[in-house]
């Protein structure tokens, strides 16, 4: 019984203490300091394209964008790329002129943005929520996908044809 009051007086002293607490000033100043840069309104992934095969990897491209005073993506070029990716340029600078981002309060600003791409290929037999795109602020995007199997040309084995099975017209 006396653990408990005390539990209790402790409990209620300790949500005093937390609820009368202001920010310090160095929080508020962090948070200030974020604000260059521009929310983001719209974000979409590329398609994840395989470049390996029947192992894990990851690749990673950086996009610069061009950022016009409403938000729209006027511009982007990839900067920066793994050597794995000789077709990510285009495919992640295609889909990084579909996001669009908060608008400048003054409506006379244009902004250049960097936006990371990787695509990450996980082990075979992942877990769902690891295979789930995954947005890190403030313009990153990771997409993932299983170890992918080479594709073959070659036909698929026959199947026996079971005679017998049926009515005859």
């Known amino acids: 019984m006396k653990y408990k009051i005390a539990s209790l007086f402790f409990m209620i002293v300790l949500a005093l203490a937390l609820s009368s607490t ?52 006027m511009a982007a070029k990839c900067v ?3 050597p794995d990716f000789p077709w990510g340029d285009l495919s992640f600078a295609e ?26 290929i996980v082990p075979k037999g992942s877990p769902w ?13 990771e997409i993932r996908h299983e170890v992918f199997e080479p594709y073959t040309n070659e036909d698929p084995p026959a199947v026996p044809v079971k005679k017998g099975r049926g009515k005859r017209p």
């Open 129 to 141: 929520r690891e295979l789930a795109p995954r947005y890190i602020a403030p313009y990153e995007m």
């Open 95 to 120: 889909t990084a002129k579909l996001w669009r981002f908060a608008p400048v309060a003054d409506g006379t600003q244009e902004r250049v943005l960097s936006i990371t791409f990787v695509q990450r």
């Open 80 to 82: 920066e790329g793994s």
């Open 22 to 73: 202001k920010p310090s000033r160095a929080i508020e100043q962090s948070v200030e300091t974020k604000s260059d840069q521009p929310a983001i309104r719209f974000a979409i992934a590329p398609i994840f394209i395989p470049w390996k095969f029947n192992d894990v990897g990851i690749g990673k491209a950086v996009v610069e964008v061009k950022v016009n005073a409403a938000g729209e993506v």
